[in-house]
């Protein structure tokens, strides 16, 4: 029986052709480009620095630790891509999923808790279950996790159109729509590649997966920002939340962030 950290020894490969590149990484491309959500990283500090100067440190803290849950997504990304090991396999998705738990537990709406949640401490236990009992299970059939993973956007996407009917802020739809069309890209290309891999390899492109890494974090972006927005409208009621882009809106590229603007107290 091979060994877990074997070369190849994951249940799934992708189409791009492997070792082609080099000698020591199956999937080149698929590799470097498992390094575009280190981006996020150079770009967070945007969202730090306003809310901290605003004095809500909470949230910058929880910022600075999902930032450290996608470093950890990309390193074990690339580990995966360049080995295509069961152990790297195992990481990156699991990566994914604990990445995930975290956003939920600290983020997930109060009010779409389940009846029996009173707490944010009780669905953080819920949240935590849930998740040991899905990490258990990702053992049992490998092969399905990434699609099991994919399908939670869709949970995602439902509560981002839930949000979206009762905001008015036509900005917060604006990037919000930005968000839904770099993913619809994202998801296309890692479809393509999972179900048309012989046609792209017959036109000698088979290199959407690496789009994938690219488009989804492009995608992810946007998302941070927009569940920022709705998470600080709940939680500090006192701020009003407002998108902003860096360096500026008439760029055909930029980078979007929260300012916190103080109403004016009513007499």
């Given at each position: 029986?091979?060994?877990?950290?074997?070369?190849?020894?994951?249940?799934?490969?992708?189409?791009?052709?492997?070792?082609?590149?080099?000698?020591?990484?199956?999937?080149?491309?698929?590799?470097?480009?498992?390094?575009?959500?280190?981006?996020?990283?150079?770009?967070?500090?945007?969202?730090?620095?306003?809310?901290?100067?605003?004095?809500?440190?909470?949230?910058s803290e929880l910022q600075?630790?999902?930032?450290?849950?996608?470093?950890?997504?990309?390193?074990?990304?690339?580990?995966?891509?360049?080995?295509?090991?069961?152990?790297?396999?195992?990481?990156?998705?699991?990566?994914?999923?604990?990445?995930?738990?975290?956003?939920?537990?600290?983020?997930?709406?109060?009010?779409?808790?389940?009846?029996?949640?009173?707490?944010?401490?009780?669905?953080?236990?819920?949240?935590?279950?849930?998740?040991?009992?899905?990490?258990?299970?990702?053992?049992?059939?490998?092969?399905?996790?990434?699609?099991?993973?994919?399908?939670?956007?869709?949970?995602?996407?439902?509560?981002?159109?839930?949000?979206?009917?009762?905001?008015?802020?036509?900005?917060?739809?604006?990037?919000?729509?930005?968000?839904?069309?770099?993913?619809?890209?994202?998801?296309?290309?890692?479809?393509?590649?999972?179900?048309?891999?012989?046609?792209?390899?017959?036109?000698?492109?088979?290199?959407?997966?690496?789009?994938?890494?690219?488009?989804?974090?492009?995608?992810?972006?946007?998302?941070?920002?927009?569940?920022?927005?709705?998470?600080?409208?709940?939680?500090?009621?006192?701020?009003?939340?407002?998108?902003?882009?860096?360096?500026?809106?008439?760029?055909?590229?930029?980078?979007?962030?929260?300012?916190?603007?103080?109403?004016?107290?009513?007499c």
């Amino acid at each position: 029986m091979p060994s877990i950290f074997s070369y190849q020894s994951a249940e799934v490969d992708w189409c791009e052709g492997n070792f082609e590149h080099s000698t020591v990484i199956a999937e080149y491309y698929n590799t470097v480009n498992g390094t575009a959500l280190f981006s996020l990283l150079l770009l967070a500090p945007l969202n730090f620095l306003v809310l901290e100067g605003a004095g809500v440190g909470t949230f910058s803290e929880l910022q600075v630790n999902h930032g450290t849950s996608i470093a950890y997504n990309s390193i074990f990304s690339m580990y995966f891509h360049m080995t295509l090991s069961y152990m790297g396999q195992l990481l990156d998705e699991l990566s994914i999923l604990w990445t995930l738990a975290a956003a939920y537990s600290f983020w997930y709406p109060e009010i779409y808790f389940p009846r029996c949640i009173k707490t944010r401490k009780h669905f953080l236990w819920l949240t935590g279950i849930t998740t040991v009992i899905s990490t258990l299970m990702s053992f049992v059939k490998p092969a399905i996790n990434a699609y099991a993973l994919n399908c939670i956007a869709f949970h995602l996407l439902y509560l981002t159109w839930r949000e979206l009917k009762k905001c008015n802020d036509k900005r917060v739809h604006r990037m919000a729509a930005t968000m839904v069309v770099w993913w619809v890209l994202a998801i296309s290309s890692w479809i393509s590649d999972r179900w048309l891999c012989g046609f792209w390899q017959a036109i000698n492109f088979p290199y959407l997966h690496s789009f994938w890494h690219v488009l989804i974090a492009i995608s992810l972006l946007y998302c941070f920002p927009v569940v920022m927005y709705f998470d600080i409208s709940y939680e500090v009621p006192t701020f009003k939340p407002k998108i902003e882009y860096w360096p500026s809106d008439s760029w055909p590229v930029v980078v979007p962030y929260i300012v916190l603007e103080e109403p004016h107290k009513q007499c």
